[in-house]
């Protein structure tokens, strides 16, 4: 099960530090990946990380300004979101997915969304003045 928390309103240049939550799972077997929609637009990636590695990608349009990272403590991904723009406005959610027996994955590229197997709720992110 993954559970997302941290959105909510922010000014432009604010900061947000959202957290997935995962449970019934061992989280070093798992990439845990980072998806936002914009409203009228599609689904797109935005970070990933293989939790028992030390490998993490990030989309373009993120890179510099996010960062994904386990929280050993709370058995959580977080993605610490600096420098927020108004297109960052979307409902952001966190996915699970155990690689294949020899899959890299999270490694070269960020993996597809049909190619996780859980998925949170989501929280809304708002970047507006």
């Known amino acids: 099960q993954l559970v997302e928390s941290g959105g909510g309103l922010v000014q432009p240049g604010g900061s947000l530090s959202l957290s997935c939550v995962v449970t019934?799972?061992?989280?070093?077997?798992?990439?845990i990946g980072w998806f936002r929609r914009a409203p009228g637009k599609e689904r797109e990636g935005v970070s990933c990380?293989?939790?028992?590695?030390?490998?993490?990608k990030y989309a373009d349009a993120v890179k510099g300004r996010f960062t994904i990272y386990r929280n050993n403590a709370e058995n959580r991904i977080n993605l610490e979101s600096n420098d927020l723009r108004p297109e960052d406005t979307a409902v952001y959610f966190c996915?699970?997915?155990?690689?294949?027996?020899?899959?890299?994955?999270?490694?070269?590229?960020?993996?597809?969304?049909?190619?996780?197997?859980?998925w949170g709720q989501g929280t809304q992110v708002t970047v507006s003045s």
């Open positions: 019934g799972s061992n989280l070093d077997d798992l990439i």
């Open positions: 996915a699970a997915v155990r690689p294949p027996f020899m899959k890299q994955m999270c490694v070269e590229d960020m993996p597809g969304a049909h190619e996780y197997s859980y």
């Open positions: 990380i293989k939790v028992g590695g030390t490998s993490r």
